[in-house]
């Protein structure tokens, strides 16, 4: 089995690996990373301990009703608030709730279109060019029928980086 995945599959197989130029590992497609400049994107809260640590992947468990739920989320809307305090659109969920693995490596439209204008400023750029890289990362439904597109953060924020006007 192992020598099937690792000739069929040997990108997965090898953790999903994203690899820049000079051979330095800058993560995983497929495990969330924490971003808080806020020039990047941000993902989804991590609910694992140490933060998107794939051997302790697992939701919070926490309740609707769970004050330390509550907390985390009025503290994740504080902080997006605080960075973009001119941003007046709804927050999107995904951007103040963990996943159920604690480790998703994406987001929704909704969650990466609410983030548009602060990266778009903080980086100097024009919205409208910000908007068409997080397009070209995004990834559409499975099979073109399940789910919603995502965004991988990952993906979009080295996109932004190497970005030339």
């Not at 998107?52 to 739920?69: K, V």
């Amino acid at each position: 089995m192992t020598a099937i995945a690792q000739t069929a599959f040997s990108h997965q197989a090898n953790g999903s690996l994203v690899v820049v130029q000079d051979g330095k590992v800058l993560g995983s497609s497929l495990i969330g990373q924490n971003f808080d400049d806020p020039k990047y994107f941000w993902g989804r809260i991590s609910a694992s301990t140490p933060a998107y640590n794939a051997a302790s992947s697992s939701g919070s468990n926490l309740g609707p009703l769970n004050q330390a739920l509550l907390q985390q989320v009025k503290g994740r809307i504080a902080a997006l608030k605080a960075v973009d305090p001119g941003n007046k659109a709804p927050i999107p969920v995904d951007l103040v709730t963990s996943s159920a693995s604690g480790l998703d490596p994406h987001i929704s439209m909704a969650a990466a279109y609410y983030q548009l204008s602060r990266v778009a400023k903080a980086r100097g750029m024009r919205v409208d060019d910000v908007r068409r890289i997080v397009e070209k990362n995004t990834q559409d439904r499975l099979g073109g029928l399940l789910g919603e597109p995502v965004v991988n953060v990952l993906g979009v924020n080295l996109a932004l980086d190497e970005y030339k006007k």
